[in-house]
């Protein structure tokens, strides 16, 4: 049988579509965020990062909006491309007694169709 | 540009085995994670280490161990493998322990216990 918890959310657009995934992150103490994207066989890559001082930030193709209020992310890219067909994670600043680590979601796999 | 490398890609162990693990970063960076990567669990942290000889637990350390003997070197240690070990492994990197510092990670190694 199936088993549960084994598979990713899935988003499939078409290529030229903006795509939009989101993340709900869970320390309301948290100050720094990263969308990190990670292809097949690959280690995860940083994409772009925001402060907890900012709702919004753009990079190339990519827009990271943040709502402390309700404690979610997203990330938007546009023109969305075959090349970003990956897993994508959001990640939270982790506050450990001697220093910081990462704290990660389970990730979102965007598969783009031509 | 930062390198982050492990000493394997596909780890075939059996159980009961005493298996190494290697990380290697080249930028001179204080601080190296280990995590461990499963479908629908995302990524968990086992160890980190913010300077030589130093290291902390992080949210799943049993079973595991870890060496930082020098500062580009970070090693993680599965003293009795078992099955459940089965996963795969990403060593990561980052310059110092200030939450905004990007993680670098490693291919990864997949790890398979028998």
């Known amino acids: 049988g199936e088993s549960v918890g084994l598979h990713l959310p899935t988003l499939s657009v078409q290529e030229g579509d903006n795509s939009i995934i989101n993340c709900a992150y869970s320390?309301?103490?948290?100050?720094?965020f990263i969308w990190y994207k990670q292809e097949s066989g690959k280690g995860p890559q940083f994409i772009i990062d925001i402060r907890s001082n900012m709702d919004k930030r753009q990079g190339q193709r990519v827009t990271v909006l943040l709502n402390k209020t309700v404690k979610h992310l997203s990330l938007q890219i546009a023109a969305t491309q075959p090349g970003d067909s990956a897993v994508y994670f959001c990640a939270e600043f982790l506050r450990l007694p001697s220093g910081y680590a990462l704290n990660f979601g389970k990730g979102t796999s965007l598969l783009v169709t031509p | 540009d930062v390198k982050v490398t492990q000493s394997s890609r596909y780890l075939v162990k059996r159980t009961g085995e005493k298996v190494f693990l290697e990380c290697v970063q080249d930028m001179d960076h204080e601080n190296m994670f280990w995590y461990r990567q499963d479908p629908g669990l995302g990524l968990r942290l086992i160890y980190f280490?913010?300077?030589?000889?130093?290291?902390e637990k992080g949210d799943i350390p049993e079973g595991y161990s870890v060496s930082r003997e020098k500062k580009e070197r970070f090693s993680l240690i599965l003293e009795s493998a078992s099955t459940n070990q089965t996963s795969m492994y990403l060593c990561?990197?980052?310059?110092?322990?200030?939450?905004?510092?990007?993680?670098?990670f490693g291919p990864g190694t997949r790890l398979t216990v028998l």
């Open positions: 280490s913010y300077d030589v000889k130093m290291k």
């Open positions: 990561a990197s980052s310059l110092t322990v200030r939450a905004n510092n990007e993680q670098f």
């Open positions: 320390n309301s103490a948290s100050d720094y």
